[in-house]
């Protein structure tokens, strides 16, 4: 998707000029064109993101939970020293 993004940007822009200084014969239909592609490649880039997001979350959630169960067995190892230590 990163590899793209120059591209799409480099057409979007390159279209919006043409529309601009209207170099064709129907502009609005252009950027009307472009206004779609924009769309679909912001769309597309959601897409992309949402997985990568909630993979990342489901890795932190993780790692909490790993840190949380660490904790526990240190918490759990400490306070069977200390009921051998007394009792």
């Known amino acids: 998707m990163s ?4 591209e799409v940007e480099y057409v ?14 129907q502009p609005d239909q252009l950027n009307t ?3 779609a592609v924009k769309l679909l490649y912001n769309e597309l880039g959601a897409q ?11 890795f932190s959630a993780f790692g909490a939970l790993s840190l949380t169960f660490s904790a526990f067995k240190s918490t759990t190892a400490l306070f069977i020293i200390i009921i051998r230590a007394i009792g």
């Not at 979007?12 to 014969?25: H, P």
């Not at 992309?48 to 489901?58: A, D, R």
Request: charged residues 30%; hydrophobic residues 30%.
């Open 3 to 6: 590899e793209a993004k120059s």
């Open 12 to 25: 979007i822009k390159t279209g919006r000029q043409i529309v601009e200084k209207k170099q064709v014969d």
């Open 33 to 35: 064109q472009i206004d």
């Open 48 to 58: 992309v993101n949402t997985p990568s997001h909630f993979v990342s979350s489901i």
